[in-house]
């Protein structure tokens, strides 16, 4: 493998010779805010959670279940704020006149926090929920009380559970945050893979719809299975490369 400077030369090259960027980014993205991710050798699941909190099926017949997972779980990800990686994303669009997207599989909103408008939340959003009975919406800061005490939240006016707006297994993907998020990626210049092991589909399948034109750029610690077709792989952490790149940029 090049050196990191030779290879952070070369993303430097293809981001400064690029007009449309897309961001595809996974829990990886986030933990560095405090958000734990899944898969990993320290995610949840390897620290015992179910995979079974995350389902569809379960929500609906069990409520409780979720939630008191989520007493513990919705604290680290309302509290989270955004780092340097998630920053230069943005710096990209707001310092360098790049038409940056991003495509997440985050449920939360740190992209958005940055202040990156074009983001497209693939998995949904942990930030709102939705009664299941009438859909009426509320922000999430919402039903925190109800959860903090051990209770399941509910719609006052008819009773119905509040779900969180975001994608639990056996259920479809934002089919608009989908189709802008493969738009975007048959547009790109450079699609850099940030943070996921690209194991999840249907979201894991955005970057293969690139245009046989477009870098890809993959920032993960772990192999993923488009390693051997990109242009560029680094294994150092996403906010020490995307801060490296941005220096890199405005030196050049």
Not at 98 to 104: G, Q
């Amino acid at each position: 493998m090049p050196s990191a400077d030779t290879r952070m030369q070369e993303f430097a090259s293809f981001v400064q010779d690029a007009e449309n960027l897309l961001f595809v980014t996974g829990a990886g993205m986030s933990t560095r805010s405090g958000v734990p991710d899944f898969r990993s050798e320290e995610g949840l699941y390897s620290r015992g959670v179910d995979q079974r909190v995350f389902e569809l099926r379960e929500f609906y017949s069990n409520p409780e279940y979720f939630y008191q997972f989520a007493a513990d779980f919705f604290p680290s990800v309302m509290n989270a704020e955004p780092h340097g990686g998630h920053r230069a994303i943005t710096a990209l669009a707001e310092d360098f006149g790049k038409n940056v997207a991003v495509s997440t599989q985050n449920i939360d909103t740190l992209h958005q926090d940055a202040g990156n408008p074009n983001v497209y939340p693939v998995h949904g959003v942990v930030s709102t929920s939705t009664c299941v009975e009438c859909g009426h919406k509320v922000p999430s800061a919402e039903i925190w009380p109800a959860v903090k005490s051990g209770d399941v939240p509910r719609h006052e006016v008819d009773d119905g559970v509040y779900k969180p707006d975001i994608v639990f297994f056996g259920e479809r993907l934002p089919e608009e945050d989908l189709n802008a998020s493969v738009k975007a990626a048959r547009e790109s210049d450079i699609v850099v893979v940030a943070g996921t092991s690209l194991a999840v589909y249907p979201a894991a399948g955005i970057p293969r719809a690139r245009s046989p034109e477009s870098s890809l750029v993959i920032i993960n610690k772990d192999e993923t299975p488009m390693d051997a077709q990109a242009d560029l792989v680094f294994r150092e952490s996403i906010a020490d490369v995307m801060g490296d790149l941005i220096d890199t940029l405005n030196g050049q």
